[in-house]
């Protein structure tokens, strides 16, 4: 109960923390947007200020940390997520988010088919909806026409 109502604060400090630095983003890549570049990480620190508050508020009763396995597992999504950044800009939205969804939708337990399947499908549609849609323009990187 102790331990999540400290998570609750350490994330809140984090949310603010990463809310302030999104309002300082310099230019994008792709050059000034209409939403602006710090819109989706303020979105992010308010969903994590407001989840921070509310495990302060409401902590767990059964604060039972995670077995040794799940620990593996979460620490295998932040190397993927930390390669998915890494390889973002050079190779491309569209490659580095089927990597990402695929191996994550794989290590949720469905299978290599589908998994690719949907990170396909969800690389392509969210960089169409961003770039032709929101105009926020994502880096093409390898599959760049130019």
Known sequence: MKDDCLLGIV???VSFVYGWE??????????????????FPILLALI????????????DPNGEWPVLSMLGQLLMV???LAIFAAILEPIGFIPATI??????CWRM???PKSALITGVSCAISVF????????????AGILEFS
């Open 22 to 39: 999104a309002v300082h983003f310099p230019e994008p890549f792709g050059g000034a947007e209409v939403v602006g570049p710090e819109t």
């Open 99 to 104: 990597f990402l969804v695929s191996v994550l």
């Open 78 to 80: 932040i190397v993927v």
């Open 128 to 139: 169409l909806l961003f770039n032709f849609v929101l105009d926020l323009h994502l880096p």
């Open 109 to 111: 337990g469905t299978r």
């Open 11 to 13: 994330l809140l400090l």
């Open 48 to 59: 994590l200020g407001l989840s921070s508050v509310y495990l302060i508020v409401k902590p």
